[in-house]
């Protein structure tokens, strides 16, 4: 799945669910997008790049490591 905004605790509830949980950057599955984004096209994309031998996943962050995300943002306001 892209690594969104809710990316992160979808994949902590999912793993919990035993599923095997993967994130994506969006900036690795975009070059796979072949028309208008749309869900349908963006499944495809997704689909497509996570078969990829080379890509890059990010590691699903716990919550105490969201908080202090946040709070770095906050400080560079």
Request: glycine share 2%; net charge positive; with cysteine.
């Amino acid at each position: 799945m892209e690594a969104c905004a809710g990316a992160h605790f979808l994949a902590r509830v999912l793993q919990q669910q035993g599923h095997e949980v993967k994130l994506m950057p969006a900036e690795y599955v975009r070059p796979f997008v072949k028309s208008n984004k749309n869900d349908y096209v963006d499944a495809e994309a997704i689909a497509e790049a996570v078969q990829r031998p080379t890509m890059r996943f990010v590691p699903i962050k716990s919550e105490a490591q969201l908080d202090l995300q946040a709070l770095h943002r906050v400080r560079d306001r």
